[in-house]
């Protein structure tokens, strides 16, 4: 499978505990976004990659939120302390800027905060 | 906010069109209209985009006005796993100008019944 890839696909942790999510893009895909996503409404931009710079950051992300992408290929979100409220979907996509910039989603991680 | 209107729901006979409506009047002239959908508890799946001219592809059709103020994504024989929330969603290139995040609503959701 050549499609964007995250993982793990389900979380369950308790309130205050540390969790870290992957997501390996489409190979050779230069950009990199994380998206959340709660239930009944669309997803919503986090922040985003180019190669291994990160570019914008939303105000979503607070400063219990962390994301990187050492290498320029995946990238890692990581949520300290986690609350009630960050119970959500967390999309991965990736995009190539020669591509019309197309975004391609990965499955999503599914937390949910205990 | 996002910058389309799209009816939050819709329904569709196995086997027909399936018609899907956005209004995006406040267009601007380098912005392109994506179409995603995201079946229950995956992620978005890219379907098409197009910024004048009308566009096929072999999932759908996208019909975009003249004046480019509305679109209809066209799915030409509904099946039961094109149930999913369809969304709407304008956007210029970062090349040119253009934000790099997607600005999700909330969606239609098509139910397609047997």
């Known amino acids: 499978d050549t499609g964007v890839s995250q993982d793990p696909r389900h979380k369950i942790t308790k309130r205050g505990q540390n969790v870290t999510f992957r997501c390996d893009p489409i190979?050779?895909?230069?950009?990199l976004y994380w998206y959340r996503q709660t239930l009944g409404q669309g997803p919503e931009f986090l922040t985003y990659f180019q190669n291994e710079a990160q570019l914008e950051k939303s105000r979503l992300l607070s400063d219990r939120f962390s994301a990187e992408r050492p290498k320029g290929s995946f990238s890692t979100l990581e949520i300290q302390r986690t609350e009630q409220g960050d119970s959500a979907m967390y999309l991965c996509?990736?995009?190539?800027?020669?591509?019309?910039?197309?975004?391609?989603f990965g499955p999503g991680t599914r937390l949910l905060v205990l | 906010d996002a910058k389309t209107t799209q009816p939050p729901s819709m329904d569709c006979a196995e086997g027909r069109a399936a018609n899907l409506p956005c209004n995006h009047s406040t267009i601007s002239g380098n912005e392109y209209v994506y179409w995603y959908r995201q079946i229950h508890s995956q992620g978005p799946q890219y379907i098409i985009h197009?910024?004048?001219n009308n566009e096929t592809n072999e999932m759908a059709s996208l019909i975009i006005t003249e004046d480019r103020k509305s679109s209809t994504l066209i799915l030409p024989h509904a099946t039961l796993r094109d149930t999913a929330v369809y969304y709407c969603i304008v956007r210029a290139l970062i090349t040119q100008g253009g934000s790099e995040k997607l600005v999700f609503g909330k969606g239609t959701k098509l139910t397609v019944n047997p």
């Open positions: 197009g910024l004048k």
């Open positions: 996509a990736s995009s190539l800027t020669r591509d019309q910039e197309t975004q391609y």
């Open positions: 190979s050779e895909h230069n950009r």
